[in-house]
Nanobody
């Protein structure tokens, strides 16, 4: 049984930083995408960052709006994923979800939440101006 548990959300002022964590268990794909999505009220779920892990492969993907500000990483076991978020903006606010899925032909697709079979319960991030 796959379980993804997020932690680390909170409230910060614009320009501040937060680090989210996602502890994953039961994810058995030989090549896997571990990703972060976010969803603001009234908006669609948006892919933020992903890491493609399999064998010696380790590729990172970011949506354009967070490049240079956010960094995705994993621990040595590759079962915990972190999202370091710096220089936060009010538009970064929302519920952040950890997701896991198999690597597709196109790698880890941040534009397609349906590619991810497993999801955490979400953690709230609020950035005030």
């Amino acid at each position: 049984q796959v379980q993804l548990v997020e932690s680390g959300g909170g409230s910060v002022q614009a320009g501040g930083s937060l680090t989210l964590s996602c502890s994953a268990s039961g994810v058995t794909y030989s090549r896997k995408c571990l990703a972060w999505f976010r969803q603001a009220p009234g908006k669609e779920r948006e892919g933020v960052a992903a890491v493609n892990i399999g064998g010696t492969a380790y590729y990172r993907y970011y949506t354009d709006s967070v490049k240079g500000r956010f960094a995705i990483s994993t621990d040595s076991t590759r079962n915990t994923t972190y999202l370091q978020m710096n220089n936060l903006r009010p538009e970064d606010s929302g519920t952040y979800y950890c997701a896991a899925g198999a690597v597709s032909t196109f790698g880890c697709d941040l534009s397609s939440p349906d590619e991810y079979a497993h999801w955490g319960q979400g953690t709230q991030v609020t950035v005030s101006s």
